[in-house]
């Protein structure tokens, strides 16, 4: 049984193999949590999908049972965006209440384009574990579309959010009531910004975003935002990492913020540690989240590093965290 969080080392799953969900996001549904994420095959560089898209269960955020492959690629039809060889990077899932279907979005790219065709994929499951079918690769209203990230607001309206214009400006897009298509309602924030690795949660009717700059599989510091509706305006709130470490977030860069169930104000930042010659050694970084009222009035959130912690740690008083 793992106890405790110890960000940046290997993490094993409950069959003691190392986590390959990378780039990934969390879906709490029904009491349990499942982390998708890209499955990246072992051994030297590969950039590529070839496996696709894994999913794992877990009670207590700590024990994370391996459900497979929920997002398969594809290795009998060369014509097939999934086919093996394309991209498929930072997966998110929500469940869609009113279909009872789960919707998945992901950055996609052809087999052979690298990341210039910037497309966003969408696949659709009955299960939490999939198997997902797959519906189409789309830019939304025309946009390209690299990493993303998708956020579901407490009246079910789902957005979203990702790198658009060769990333120089970050587009946060409504979807429709099925979350399977977008809608025109579409916002550019950050304009000119490179913003990275979006990821967008909401805090006592607030709206935050946390993000990085844009080098590569380099690291670099971590940004943040906030907003008082999700579509702005969006207000710079600098790096929120604190103390050594975070000029490069740890070596990491941001893939999810995840709200622990029944701890209201208790958020989860999640990070990869890239490895880009084998990525599927690329290391997870979760640290506890939190917040604090900046000189100016501002609410900031914050994250800095520990070693190893528990979420008792958002039980205990400010001073001592
Ligand atoms: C940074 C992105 O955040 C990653 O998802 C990946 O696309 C790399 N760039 C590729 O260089």
Same mark, same amino acid.
């Given at each position: 049984?793992?106890?405790?969080?110890?960000?940046?080392?290997?993490?094993?799953?409950?069959?003691?193999?190392?986590?390959?969900?990378?780039?990934?996001?969390?879906?709490?549904?029904?009491?349990?949590?499942?982390?998708?994420?890209?499955?990246?095959?072992?051994?030297?560089?590969?950039?590529?999908?070839?496996?696709?898209?894994?999913?794992?269960?877990?009670?207590?955020?700590?024990?994370?049972?391996?459900?497979?492959?929920?997002?398969?690629?594809?290795?009998?039809?060369?014509?097939?965006?999934?086919?093996?060889?394309?991209?498929?990077?930072?997966?998110?899932?929500?469940?869609?209440?009113?279909?009872?279907?789960?919707?998945?979005?992901?950055?996609?790219?052809?087999?052979?384009?690298?990341?210039?065709?910037?497309?966003?994929?969408?696949?659709?499951?009955?299960?939490?574990?999939?198997?997902?079918?797959?519906?189409?690769?789309?830019?939304?209203?025309?946009?390209?579309?690299?990493?993303?990230?998708?956020?579901?607001?407490?009246?079910?309206?789902?957005?979203?959010?990702?790198?658009?214009?060769?990333?120089?400006?970050?587009?946060?897009?409504?979807?429709?009531?099925?979350?399977?298509?977008?809608?025109?309602?579409?916002?550019?924030?950050?304009?000119?910004?490179?913003?990275?690795?979006?990821?967008?949660?909401?805090?006592?009717?607030?709206?935050?975003?946390?993000?990085?700059?844009?080098?590569?599989?380099?690291?670099?510091?971590?940004?943040?935002?906030?907003?008082?509706?999700?579509?702005?305006?969006?207000?710079?709130?600098?790096?929120?990492?604190?103390? #050594?470490?975070?000029?490069?977030?740890?070596?990491?860069?941001?893939?999810?913020?995840?709200?622990?169930?029944?701890?209201?104000?208790?958020?989860?930042?999640?990070?990869?540690?890239?490895?880009?010659?084998?990525?599927?050694?690329?290391?997870?970084?979760?640290?506890?989240?939190?917040?604090?009222?900046?000189?100016?009035?501002?609410?900031?959130?914050?994250?800095?590093?520990? #070693?190893?912690?528990?979420?008792?740690?958002?039980?205990?008083?400010?001073?001592?965290?």
């Amino acid at each position: 049984m793992i106890n405790e969080f110890r960000p940046g080392q290997i993490w094993l799953d409950t069959e003691d193999n190392p986590i390959n969900a990378h780039g990934g996001g969390i879906l709490h549904h029904e009491g349990i949590y499942y982390w998708y994420g890209e499955c990246r095959p072992e051994g030297p560089s590969n950039l590529d999908a070839r496996i696709g898209v894994s999913c794992y269960k877990s009670a207590d955020l700590l024990n994370w049972e391996n459900l497979g492959v929920a997002l398969f690629v594809v290795h009998d039809d060369p014509s097939h965006p999934l086919t093996s060889g394309c991209k498929i990077e930072r997966p998110k899932v929500l469940f869609n209440a009113a279909t009872k279907t789960f919707v998945m979005w992901w950055h996609h790219d052809l087999k052979g384009w690298g990341h210039a065709g910037a497309y966003a994929g969408v696949a659709v499951a009955d299960r939490p574990e999939g198997p997902f079918s797959f519906i189409e690769i789309l830019k939304p209203c025309g946009r390209m579309a690299r990493d993303c990230t998708l956020f579901q607001d407490t009246d079910g309206v789902a957005s979203f959010i990702y790198a658009s214009d060769d990333n120089a400006n970050l587009c946060i897009h409504r979807l429709g009531d099925d979350y399977r298509k977008p809608t025109n309602i579409v916002m550019q924030a950050f304009p000119g910004r490179f913003m990275e690795a979006p990821c967008v949660f909401k805090h006592d009717g607030r709206y935050f975003f946390l993000g990085s700059d844009c080098t590569g599989w380099t690291p670099n510091e971590a940004r943040s935002a906030s907003a008082p509706t999700i579509f702005g305006p969006w207000k710079e709130l600098g790096n929120p990492g604190l103390g #050594e470490g975070a000029d490069t977030t740890w070596g990491g860069q941001s893939t999810f913020v995840l709200p622990v169930a029944g701890k209201p104000g208790a958020f989860i930042f999640m990070a990869d540690i890239w490895k880009p010659e084998n990525l599927a050694g690329s290391r997870h970084v979760w640290l506890p989240l939190f917040f604090k009222k900046s000189p100016a009035g501002f609410i900031r959130p914050h994250v800095r590093w520990f #070693e190893r912690w528990t979420l008792s740690i958002f039980d205990q008083p400010e001073s001592l965290r």
